[in-house]
């Protein structure tokens, strides 16, 4: 792997105590281009800009897909990677539904290994840090017909992150716009759903929502997902979460803690569930709590759920789920606990 080693450090002008999510990036990054029908050598480079045309075709049709993973320090001060084969298959699952080639195995895990044991010192050792990698990929040739790109560019970026969502989470039943539609793009981390998602979004905020709760696009009856979180309702003792389709996406996280849960006893249905179902457990008394998952947060208690004129409101708990889940999932992260799944791996 070609290195070349920034002179100009901004370690050192971080203030760690105050890091607001996705804008501060770490010394390095890695660039590797597909070019000539396959991808070259990677390299990895001082984190900075890149140049381009106007004509990027990625500017103009959006022909790109991204993975969100993180690393978190274990008491030894090793840096340990969660999960990175289930976003490796993740990225390639994205980038053939968005016709972007697959990247080979090697380029991703040697150059993530790379980058990241050249930052180490990005990812803090304490509960609340861990380092937020962004590998992505888009669309580089210098053409504006609505055609697949010939040219791709894969990059890996990285941000060192504390807590993300310290506010409250009120979600509002999103039943006029849609996330993902059958046969679409919803399963993928392709980038244009996310735009799409801004809009209504930016609604839901105008009216004192932190986030939407997606549902099925043909009748909005089902629910799907929160924001860009899996979601999961404790009725009773039991927790449901909406089945895995091509319209939710697969969520790291949202897997498992599926696993977590019932190796704790604690029963897992994956179904379609619902907004009157859901309504209708709140009014008997058996909607004990709501949740969403996913990397940035982890697990993220929910406080209430609008939809329509009617109100859900949930309470802090003793025996909290997702409190419970939350402190099993990040004890593996970091190491804390012993890693019987071999979820974590040790960057060398
Ligand atoms: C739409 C959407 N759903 C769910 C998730 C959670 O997925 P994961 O747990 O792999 O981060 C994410 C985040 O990546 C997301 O963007």
Redesign the pocket.
Known sequence: MNIIKTSNSSLESVDFSNLLFGTVFSDHMLSCNFIDGKWQKPEILPYGPISFNPGLQVLHYGQSVF???KAFKNKDNEVLLFRKE??FK?LNKSAIRLSIPEIPEDIFMQGLNDLISLDQNWCKLGKDYSLYIRPFIFASSECIKASSSNEFKFMIITSPTSTYYNQDLNLFVEEKYT??VKGGV?FA?AAG??AA?FYPTKIANSKGFQQVI?TDSSKHQFIE?C????VWFRIEDKLITPSISDT?????????IITLARESGIEVEEKDISILELLDAYKNDKLIEVF?????VAVSPVKSITYRNHKMSFCDISDSFAVILKEKLQSIQRGEVMDKYGWTSKVI
């Open positions: 993975e969100g993973m289930e976003n993740r996330r993902a919803g981390k759903n996310y998602s997606w997902e924001g860009t979180m899996n939710i996406l697969s969520g790291i996280t949202r897997d498992s969403g998952t996913g990397t940035a």
